[in-house]
């Protein structure tokens, strides 16, 4: 039986899956997490597809010439990593990417979702299978830069 318990960060309950955090990274989170963590594991999240759909001043170009950023869109499927954080850790993290991915300003390029994702190394039945809530960084499709 899963268990969940919130931690609020930014006014977003964000669901600690048996003790843990897990972040879904689909872009520099892959190859540049940041921050601390347990264990990192191949995943696939569904409904979701990672393409070059928003301009931006702050990850790429200038103001006057923003650049072509990747983000989680709508449909399909991407490959990522999990990374599973300790709850003791968690506010931390949250606050560290959302520092990253959600910058105090105008450009609000990205929203926090917490999403479904499976684990792909995970056993198909039994303890540890099928997948887990995690905190993922989604496309803003009304970001207008």
Request: positive net charge.
């Amino acid at each position: 039986m899963q268990t969940f318990s919130s931690l609020a960060v930014r006014e977003i309950p964000v669901p600690l899956h048996d003790g843990a955090l897990w972040v879904f990274g689909y872009g520099s989170l892959i190859w540049r997490p940041g921050f601390a963590h347990e264990g990192s594991h191949p995943a696939l999240l569904s409904g979701f597809h990672r393409r070059f759909c928003l301009w931006s001043h702050r990850y790429r170009g200038t103001p006057e010439a923003p650049g072509l950023v990747l983000g989680l869109d709508r449909g399909g499927a991407c490959r990522g990593v999990l990374f599973r954080v300790p709850g003791a850790a968690a506010a931390e993290v949250l606050r560290y990417l959302d520092d990253r991915e959600l910058p105090d300003g105008a450009e609000v390029v990205y929203h926090r979702r917490v999403l479904r994702v499976r684990r792909l190394d995970a056993p198909r039945h039994g303890p540890g299978a099928g997948t887990v809530p995690a905190v993922t960084y989604v496309a803003n499709r009304d970001c207008r830069l």
